[in-house]
Nanobody, 113 residues
Framework: VQLLESGGGSVQPGGSLVLSCVAS????????MGWFRQAPGRQRELVAG??????SYADSVKGRFTISADNAKNTVYLQMNNLKPEDTAVYYC?????????WGQGTQVTVSS
């Protein structure tokens, strides 16, 4: 299983970005999907997760970020609105496939004026 992320970049505070992550491989039996992030000097943290149609969010992003999935395309998205400087981090997608965890390569999101 390989995960390919896209959509990171630089944005001003209050701006928006959409991250995408597509999984490739055979016989993908995806258990759940999620987005994590890691800022310099900090531990990797869960931002949002989705299983079936159930979603969960870190308190710091509730109301601003939305996770969604297109199961037919093996793709998970993260819509990020009203971005803040503290959202600056490398964002990683995470798929659990047949109970094995896979990670994307990471995409940088920088929020700065």
């Amino acid at each position: 299983v390989q995960l390919l992320e896209s959509g990171g970049g630089s944005v001003q505070p209050g701006g928006s970005l959409v991250l995408s992550c597509v999984a490739s491989g055979s016989n993908l039996d995806i258990n759940d999907m999620g987005w994590f992030r890691q800022a310099p000097g900090r531990q990797r943290e869960l931002v949002a997760g989705i299983y079936a149609r159930t979603t969960s969010y870190a308190d710091s992003v509730k109301g601003r970020f939305t996770i969604s999935a297109d199961n037919a395309k093996n793709t998970v998205y993260l819509q990020m609105n009203n971005l803040k400087p503290e959202d600056t981090a490398v964002y990683y997608c995470n798929f659990v496939v047949q109970l094995i965890t896979y990670w994307g390569q990471g995409t940088q999101v920088t929020v700065s004026s």
